[in-house]
């Protein structure tokens, strides 16, 4: 190899690495607002239980994590907090980089863990996936998140 052709191996190269490093911090940049976009469709579908008592709120966090070129990244992003029944169910959006979709929000309630996940098709769309957090590591297959699926894990979730 000429030292032209190394020159011009090390710019390719140079170039994709910047190039990762735009598209993961594009990534984290519109994550919260994917998370909120979902909150406000979770809480579309739980409007008619506000009405009659349920509580929802918002808790600000921050999430550290490292994307897979090995950059770190620190953000701020909300919780979704539901109470009813003298109990609660959170949303917790845990990490943007994942090696099983495009982001994970675990929900933690008493008994059962979920998490839901997102994944993003050829087109760019959007797609949640629900799933049961089993502890023996053995994973049941995750399910599309339907209006119905959400209100059957916050039920379960409350105790209702």
């Not at 984290?28 to 994917?34: E, G, M």
């Not at 982001?103 to 959007?126: C, F, M, P, Q």
Request: without cysteine; aromatic residues 6%; proline residues 4%.
């Amino acid at each position: 190899m000429s030292k032209a052709d190394e020159l011009a191996e090390k710019l390719k190269q140079s170039r994709q690495t910047s190039a990762d490093a735009t598209i993961a911090d594009q990534a984290i940049d519109s994550w919260p607002a994917q998370v909120n976009e979902l909150y406000h469709q979770i809480e579309a579908w739980l409007q008619p239980s506000i009405e009659v008592g349920l509580k929802l709120r918002r808790n600000p966090t921050h999430v550290f994590e490292r994307a897979p070129d090995g950059a770190s990244y620190d953000y701020a992003i909300d919780q979704l907090l539901i109470e009813g029944n003298h109990h609660s169910v959170t949303f917790d959006p845990v990490a943007r980089f994942t090696a099983d979709g495009a982001g994970r929000i675990e929900i933690h309630s008493t008994g059962k863990e979920l998490a839901l996940l997102r994944t993003s098709d050829e087109h760019g769309v959007t797609h949640w996936w629900l799933q049961a957090i089993e502890q023996s590591g053995q994973q049941p297959d995750a399910i599309a998140l339907t209006e119905h699926n959400l209100l059957l894990a916050v039920q379960e979730g409350l105790g209702l």
